[in-house]
Nanobody, 115 residues
């Protein structure tokens, strides 16, 4: 069982920045697949970004060039740096880790961008 805990959400004005963190209970050695998802009001949960071992990163078109996903080198943490935030980015952000063909989710952290 893998437990994930997100933090770093909050209220920010349009154009501002936030950095989300996701701590995993698993001791990550080499192989990992981790990502961020969000659920905006009235919509289904959607994929935001993914990072895998080796450093490959992928982003949804809506956040490309504004968000950056990273995995801490010496920590069991993943981050999502969010810049140039827009009201449309408001929602609950979840981290996910895929381990041994199972998906594990955090409880989510609220991000609110005011106009």
């Amino acid at each position: 069982q893998v437990q994930l805990v997100e933090s770093g959400g909050g209220l920010v004005q349009t154009g501002g920045s936030l950095r989300l963190s996701c701590a995993t209970s698993r001791v990550i050695t080499s192989i990992y697949v981790m990502g961020w998802y969000r659920q905006t009001p009235g919509n289904q949960r959607e994929w935001v970004a993914t990072v895998v071992n080796g450093g490959a990163r992928n982003y949804a078109d809506s956040v490309k060039d504004r968000f950056a996903i990273s995995k801490g080198n010496a920590e069991n943490k993943m981050y999502l740096q969010m810049n140039s935030l827009e009201p449309e980015d408001t929602g609950v952000y979840y981290c996910k880790e895929t381990y041994r063909c199972r998906d594990f989710w955090g409880q989510g952290t609220q991000v609110t961008v005011s106009s």
